[in-house]
């Protein structure tokens, strides 16, 4: 079964770091951008960060950038979002996905597929 499975989430207080992990089950994440996306209640989803199969490179959102840090380990088929001095406004579910499209970063989330289950992150005193 092609999928992805996210962990490391949990409560946290504000200030605070966690990694998440994205392992992928039944494809090499070796062809794809892989991206991470949250969503907080009552908002739509939205791209958090992405790295590229093909050179490595990265990119973030404006509100992460400097805090978190997307790695990748292609030994464990896994990505990892490191995030540091965690907000209030960081609290959502974070899901990882496959852009089917492109090894570069870049795209929309409709180039995005096996859309794991996600990991709740709650940043809160």
């Known amino acids: 079964q092609v999928q992805f499975v996210e962990s490391g989430g949990g409560l946290v207080q504000p200030g605070g770091s966690l990694r998440l992990s994205c392992a992928a089950a039944g494809f090499s994440l070796d062809y794809y951008a892989i991206g991470w996306f949250r969503q907080a209640p009552g908002k739509e989803r939205e791209g958090v960060s992405c790295?590229?199969?093909?050179?490595?490179?990265?990119d973030y959102a404006d509100s992460v950038k400097g805090r978190f840090t997307i790695s990748r380990d292609k030994a464990k088929n896994t990505v990892y979002l490191q995030m540091n001095s965690l907000r209030p406004e960081d609290t959502a579910v974070y899901t990882c996905?496959?852009?089917?499209?492109?090894?570069?970063?870049?795209?929309?989330?409709?180039?995005?597929?096996?859309w794991g289950q996600g990991t709740q992150v709650t940043v809160s005193s």
């Open positions: 790295i590229s199969s093909s050179d490595g490179s990265t």
């Open positions: 996905a496959a852009n089917l499209l492109r090894t570069l970063c870049g795209g929309q989330q409709h180039e995005y597929a096996y």
